[in-house]
Nanobody, 121 residues
């Protein structure tokens, strides 16, 4: 089994910063791409940022220049540094990883349980 566990969410004022972390544990041989998604009340889940194993990144237009995704392959961990937060960033943030459980396995998507980020004064 593979578990992705997020941490670092919370309440922050507009203009503030938060750093999310997501660590994968369990039967992990390697992880291909990792990403952060978010879902606000009444809206569909959307991609926030994604990073390949080699470090190539892409971001949603709404967060470009404010959020930075990074990863530590040795720790099977992905991070999301969020700066200049806005009320519209309020959502549950989910971590995603494309995991290989063994060299003979196929890639499988795993999701974390989500962490709440609330931006409000």
């Amino acid at each position: 089994q593979v578990q992705l566990v997020e941490s670092g969410g919370g309440l922050v004022q507009p203009g503030g910063s938060l750093r999310l972390s997501c660590a994968a544990s369990g039967t992990v041989f390697s992880i291909n791409a990792m990403g952060w998604y978010r879902q606000a009340p009444g809206k569909q889940r959307e991609l926030v940022a994604r990073i390949t194993r080699a470090g190539a990144t892409n971001y949603a237009d709404a967060v470009k220049g404010r959020f930075t995704i990074s990863r530590d392959n040795a720790k099977n961990t992905v991070y999301l540094q969020m700066n200049s937060l806005k009320p519209e960033d309020t959502a549950v943030y989910y971590c995603n990883g494309e995991v290989l459980r063994s060299r003979w396995d196929s890639l499988t998507d795993y999701w974390g349980q989500g962490t709440q980020v609330t931006v409000s004064s």
